[in-house]
């Protein structure tokens, strides 16, 4: 059995955890709500190209884009977006299990898959199982700035028009809530937006200068943004997530305490009545 002074020690242990977790989640509550207007201040906008897209794409049959083209999918890359720092629950494990059951089940579908990882936790994950990476983007979110974004974009769409990839795709977590946060898959590559009717619209364009230059400049465009949202939902996500297993984790230390604080009493009340029944047994040996 553990002495008094052991007991202590570990009272004092978990208080000091205590004040580390609940500082942690006070920080990752403040950095939560600036994330969450950055995400939804980016998700009308990002939603918007994505509709303009489609409604020019619709109108546009016979034009021709190197991001749109769809060829035989052979050579695949897969972007996993993870946090650069720990203590957030299931943040990264279930991207990083995503990932993997990816990488299986398509093992046979795809003559090559690369990957490409940001932030250090999926880095490390792939370096810890020997699987090889394309490249690590280090230091995206330390600051996460929108021209990262596009430097991202730019080098994925490079690779996709120079015919080195045939598609890419996104992994990362999705900010649905402060308690949901949900791992998702899209494709960056090629781009497939949503066709709209334009029979059921009802409304004819007019392009200025032409269809074939506004697709040119909305297609990158849409490529940056999708990106760039991608990256706030998963900041805003890690922030959600590492909010509420700190909250989980002072629970827990507020139980530890109450179970060592009920050890000690008892530790403490066996002791007093071994000193009690020592000097008694020590009075009668007098008489």
């Known amino acids: 059995m553990p002495s008094l002074r052991d007991i202590r020690r570990r009272i004092a242990s978990i208080k000091n955890m205590q004040q ?22 980016a998700r009308p906008y990002a939603e918007k190209i994505e509709e303009v897209l489609g409604q020019v ?19 695949v890359e897969l972007v996993v977006m993870t946090s650069d720092r720990g203590l957030a629950g299931a943040f990264n ?28 936790k999926g880095r490390d994950f792939f370096r810890a199982r020997k699987i090889e990476t394309r490249k690590d983007y280090p230091g995206v979110f330390e600051p996460l700035t929108f021209e990262k974004a596009q430097a991202i974009a730019r080098e994925l769409r490079t690779a996709y028009e120079e015919d080195q990839l045939d598609a890419v795709f996104l992994l990362y977590n999705q900010f649905v809530s402060a308690i949901v946060q949900r791992p998702t898959l899209v494709q960056l590559l090629p781009i497939q937006p949503e066709r709209a009717d334009g029979g059921a619209v009802g409304a004819d364009y007019v392009f200025e200068p032409s269809a074939r230059e506004v697709l040119a400049e909305l297609l990158p465009r849409h490529l940056e943004m999708q990106v760039w949202r991608a ?32 050890q000690y009493n008892r530790a403490r009340q066996a002791y007093i009545t071994k000193e009690l029944v020592e000097i008694v047994t020590g009075a009668e040996a007098l008489k």
């Open 231 to 262: 990256l706030l939902e998963s900041v805003a996500s890690e922030h959600a997530a590492r909010m509420v297993a700190m909250e989980n984790a002072t629970k827990n230390t507020e139980e530890l305490i109450a179970k060592y604080t009920l």
């Open 93 to 120: 494990s279930n991207i990083t299990r995503l990932a993997e059951r990816f990488l299986w089940e398509n093992a046979r579908t795809y003559e090559k898959i690369q990957i490409s990882t940001i932030g250090r």
């Open 57 to 75: 794409v619709a109108r546009t049959e016979e034009l021709d884009h190197p991001l749109l083209r769809v060829r035989p999918v052979r050579r």
């Open 20 to 41: 580390i977790t609940r500082a942690m989640r006070m920080v990752s509550a403040a950095k939560l709500r600036r994330a969450q207007d950055a995400i939804l201040s």
